[in-house]
């Protein structure tokens, strides 16, 4: 080390060549807030020195912007439905270098093993995946989760290199309460970050909420609320994803005594968004569009997360810094050339440099473990005259329940003409043979049926269909697949996309995968599904933590009681 | 812990009543740089809720500003003189809850046990005492210190309570160069917070001072130098202290953008200067009255040291932040009307609450190990027709070298006349019979001798005097009083002040100290002394850091060369 250590130092005295240098580049100064024209020298993975420099290798970046590399905050790697080996090949090249994920989807289905696969899977990456472990495994005793993780088997990976303490604290309600479960994990990372989740809560709940030393949220969606919470004490991460979108409502936030409390995170990414806008870099533009000072935005971005998360060498272009750089064409858009991590280059004209070799991660994940089931599973006898529906309410995540009268014909069938939709939850994590029936409106298919094993947060098989035999073909594919998304019709598959990790994420890298969800956007609307995203509506429909009336694998969910109700009033 | 969580919680809830609610401050918020009007709910000592509360106790703020605790992020407690019992004493009433505390004086008389004696006799105060390890003890090989600390001995202290990291690394050559043993310690504090001190370096050295991972400097004097050092991504520590007086001219370096990146130290602050300026409140003063905005001001002394050291329950007036407040009755100027430690009053009303009993620490501290010696050892046979002399500077610590003609009389003595004194250091830690003997011209006595064991950094006694006789008495003295400063004349001590505590520091109160300080300086100045400081300016004689000519006891110091040379040419 200290070799090392004395290396460095000869090589920031500019008694030896540093092993690289990029020359003469504009670089964006975080601390003072300038852009200055300097060599950066890099040796042994290190940035070492700012100045005149001449190294082994020199890189002119004349004319270009040399920047840290960006660090995403709050990140569900399972939203992007890749591996972490194919999310680096995916956010590189959008100049991205470090992630803070939270594994609370994969965690859910597989528990500490989803943990573990997550850590040994983002080994010696070019992306650095920090883990923020997941606080609220599962997230309700409402519905069958594939796990449940206590404060002592969260404490298993306390300390672990890359694990920096305790994620989203979802469960407020639990904080506010004291709930000892709840406090228990809280105190088990005493001293440890501990990131936030509240949404809308203010006053003395959020008081009460940042007492017990949460200090970020990314959930506000209202300028006031943010404001609320910053002058609290938290971080206040903006987030822009492909759900949430709260960036252009939250920016006013954002001045320069205000944005050391700032970062900018996407939280879920899917992977058309990824593809397609990119990742921090979309964000910056969004940002610098709406008038954020370019200087403030990196800062959001590298800095601030850096500092946030206790880093101290990372987010700058300073000596002791690790070499994480981007090489930016033009500030505005942000224009990605060049990435350096640890100070080799891993993204250059357009190319990702080879990693390690793809590991087939699938293998390891077999589980779908169902309880033997058929067409008739999907049945629904009558039990009354009227029935508590869904209602999907366009392009959001909350639903309304809806009461109908149900015809005298024994059996309760979908009736697409009428939008009236079956929707199902069928458990597939201990092969209980719980399957929750469902009615739902707003979904709008005309024939076939739509099923995914990506069903937040549980993440059972959800279904919805026009026939129960559609419906058991659509969850066999599954099953057969290891999880994935599937669409089927006249009692066949017609598309599907599997998802062999955990029944969430695929091995295959992002162009496939992003066009994969886009054909089963397509299939599903050619079904007559006339959501914007079906696929997406689909998992949220088992999501029993957002109002007003959901469908798990036990029955149905009155979120606003936070209880089961049956199907029939 | 869950039960105390679970109460705190139940504070901030409202459901209990809190400790003590501050109702209806002024509260300055360092997130959102604002000042809000609220109150502010104290619970098990920590701040649980700021909004409206009810409290078991109520104190009425209106009016007032409510602000966090000061936090001093350089601080050498040696020269204020006080013991860190009386130090607490002192500083509360000005503001101050934290300092963070390099012992490099105490530990260069008394090693380990200097800093064990400050860490226990700074457990449980009102006064929240951090420490970094003194990096450089000895300062130098060319004098004799009381100790000698290896990175192996500073390891013992790493990771103990409140035990920081690796104090100022005044080696920056060292650094610089690579030496093994000072990149051990640096090696030996990886992952620590590691701060600098490396006044007017810049360029390639200074990028390889800071690839070594050091991240602070409080040594800039000049504008651009501050600049440089902030762009390369050191927190710049402002200092005004007693002797080095820097704020007028760095504060054009605090901005909105840059504030972050900024703290106000002392680093050396007398007795007299605390007792009549103040401490933290005085810098906040000054910074206000040259314009820089007060919110930006108080971060500065709070938020900022407090994110720079780690702290995540410090520096601010949030939920889950320490109970460590002041209350202001003005701004401008900071008037401090009350002061609270973990939620307690322990200033108010002009009164600080009675703490624990003092302790006699002088009994455990017998610094004192002399050869014996007598007036003849200040004798000097004359070897040479010209001698080194050092030529003091008015204000300044640096001296010059001037050679002057010797009369043939085969003693060289002392010519109060010409202004040609005699200086002598006496090795006080070792018993090695080293005394170095030179002569000074600038100092202005004209009769008796003044003699101290503050002598930086080795803290041997100095002694300068118009006779060998007052020079013996003024030495004996200070070696019968175990430390401390003391003035003779006509063979009788005529003042002296104790400082029994490693011959550094009193055992009495603030106001003692400052008016015997005050004592001293009079007694010198009857005594014909023509410096501003005579025991400042006495001090520094023998810190051979600084350029140009400078005694130790083993002689004088060519400090240009770094080497030693003998006093005739």
Known sequence: MIQRLKQRIEAARGDIPADLVLKGGEVINLFSCEILHTDVAVHDGMIVGLGEYEGLQNIDVQGRYVCPGFMDGHFHIESSMLSPEELARAVLPRGTTAIVADPHEIANVMGKEGIRYILKSSEDLPLDIYMMLPSC????????????????ELLAFKGQPRVL????????????????????????????????????????ELNAYIAADIRSD?????????KEKLRLGMFIMIREGTQAKNLKTLLPLVSPATVRRCMLVTDDLHPHDLLEKGHLNHLLDLAVAQGIDPILAIQMVTLNPARYFGFKDLGAIAPGYRADMVVLSSLQPVGIDMVLKGGEIVFQEGQVKPGRARQDAANHFTSMRIYPYGPDTFAVRQMGSHMRVIRLIRD??????????????????????????????????????????????????????????????????????????????????????????????????VAHLPLPIGGLMSDRPLHEVARGWEKMREVANHLGSRTEQPFMALSFLALPVIPELKITDRGLVDVNRFEHVPLFT
């Open 137 to 152: 495994v599962p997230a309700t005793d409402l519905e069958t989760s594939g796990a449940r993780l206590s404060a002592q």
């Open 165 to 204: 303490g305790l994620g989203e604290m979802m469960n407020y309600p639990g904080v506010i309460h004291g709930v000892d479960s709840v406090l228990e994990k809280i105190a088990a990372f005493n001293h440890s970050t501990k990131d936030g989740h509240a949404p809308l809560v203010s006053g003395k």
């Open 218 to 226: 990314h959930e506000c969606t209202v300028l006031e609320e943010a």
């Open 396 to 493: 959001q995540i909350v639903t309304m329940c809806e009461v109908v009268g149900v015809p005298n014909t024994g059996l309760v069938i979908s009736d697409p003409e009428q939008d009236l939709l079956k929707v199902a939850v069928v458990e597939r994590h201990h092969a209980t043979g719980n399957v929750g029936i469902g009615f739902v409106k707003g979904f709008g298919l005309k024939q076939g049926a739509l099923a995914s094993s990506v069903a937040h947060d549980s993440h059972n098989i959800v279904c919805v269909g026009c026939n129960d035999q559609d419906m058991y073909v659509a969850v066999k594919d599954i099953e057969t697949m290891g999880g994935g998304l599937a669409a089927a019709n006249h009692g066949q598959v």
